[in-house]
């Protein structure tokens, strides 16, 4: 049996949670949420990261941020996770769908323009794993009619857009460290801030709306409620989990990557690569193999896969249902222009496993199945 995911154990999370019991401070912004925050803002290069308990609460806490009212519209593609939407649906936004590009999944970004209007706040781009946005574009038309970029990054960690790691371009960026990620702590998330303007309003709201941390830091006599806020902070406990995890995010990209490459490697010359379709890497991106699909010929025929992989004990997974389809993205969005190709395109996306326990035998195995199980459903 090979199941379609297996959150990645590194091996030292239990010292790391003794560490963390041993230094006494469970709550929030402790020692190892100290240590996670400065390996990220290191490592991605950005001015603020704040853990937060998800990806989910960092675009929340977001949202928060920029002040989003209700009536404001926030663009972004509706093939990507609901919390992407929910964030500002929260906050009484509309969302505006536009259309993904095939190639990548992701946002096509030649058709934001026609989806502003005087009520657009920002844009939210989501990286489809872990290959970006053409954030040039996107940063241009920014900047052109004074909207705020939220990179969703859930899939983004070790992943890069002419040498920036994703999260680091747009004004914020959000980052998941959900089991289904490539580094996670069960449930954990951060808040990227690139533009400084924004860090000590942060800290506040993920602060139940107080100036604690200034109190923390002894700039102030006493903290008290001076803001609209809740509490977006993350575990300590989780922190140890996810420090541990860190640790070990070279290895963990590394075998991404090379079972991505054994994948595309197979596929790319074998004759049914006429029948399915492969990803395709833009230039510029660098990516950290955490999605590998094909495109089957349809939604049918992408099931028919499914089932007979089952049967063989491969389990195999479709992704996002897009937002605009759905009863609630009916409500809280509109789409603009056409829909030519998210609904067609999800609809026929099949993700394979990846994961960095799959031995490169087992890799061999399901690529093997999968072909033949794809001839015998083609009757070749
Ligand atoms: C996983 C995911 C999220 C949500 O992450 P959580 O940490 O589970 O809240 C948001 N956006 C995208 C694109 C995701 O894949």
Not at 147 to 156: K, N, T
Not at 203 to 211: A, F, H, L, S
Request: hydrophobic share 40%.
């Amino acid at each position: 049996m090979i199941p379609f995911n297996k959150p990645f154990i590194g091996g030292e999370e239990i010292k790391y949670i003794e560490k963390a019991i041993a230094h006494g401070n469970l709550s929030g912004d402790g020692y190892f949420t100290e240590q996670c925050s400065r390996f990220l803002q290191s490592f991605i290069n950005c001015p603020s990261v704040l853990l937060t308990p998800s990806c989910t609460h960092a675009l929340e806490l977001a949202a928060l941020l920029i002040d989003v009212q209700p009536g404001d519209e926030v663009v972004m593609s509706a093939f990507t996770f609901v919390s992407s939407a929910n964030a500002f649906v929260l906050r009484g936004a509309k969302i505006v769908f536009v259309d993904i590009r095939p190639d990548t999944m992701n946002i096509d970004e030649m058709l934001i323009e026609s989806a502003i209007t005087a009520k657009t706040k920002a844009i939210v781009v989501m990286h489809y794993g872990g290959v970006a946005c053409e954030m040039d574009e996107i940063m241009a038309i920014a900047t052109k009619y004074n909207l705020i970029v939220i990179e969703d990054s859930a899939h983004c960690i070790d992943t890069y857009y002419k040498e920036k790691h994703l999260g680091s371009i747009g004004h914020l960026g959000a980052l998941s460290f959900h089991s289904t990620k490539n580094i996670h702590c069960g449930e954990g998330g951060a808040l990227l801030i690139n533009d400084r303007q924004f860090i000590d309003r942060a800290e506040i709201i993920r602060e139940k709306g107080t100036n604690r941390k200034s109190f923390l830091r002894n700039m102030i006599p006493k903290y008290s409620w001076v803001d609209i806020g809740s509490s977006y902070l993350q575990s300590e406990l989780n922190s140890a989990f996810l420090y541990a995890q860190l640790n070990k995010l070279e290895f963990v990209s590394k075998r991404r990557r090379s079972i991505w490459n054994q994948y595309l490697n197979s596929f790319l010359d074998k004759e049914l690569n006429e029948h399915f379709e492969i990803p395709k890497i833009p230039m510029n991106c660098f990516h950290n193999g955490h999605i590998f699909y094909l495109k089957c010929q349809d939604h049918e025929e992408r099931q028919d896969l499914i089932n007979s992989l089952i049967t063989k004990g491969i389990y195999t997974a479709f992704h996002y249902v897009p937002l605009h389809s759905s009863k609630f993205g009916k409500v809280h969005g509109r789409f603009s222009g056409q829909d030519n190709y998210t609904s067609v395109e999800s609809n026929r996306l099949l993700r394979l496993p990846i994961y960095p326990d799959l031995s490169q035998d087992e890799v061999q195995k399901i690529i093997d199945v999968l072909i033949s199980e794809y001839k015998s459903i083609l009757n070749i």
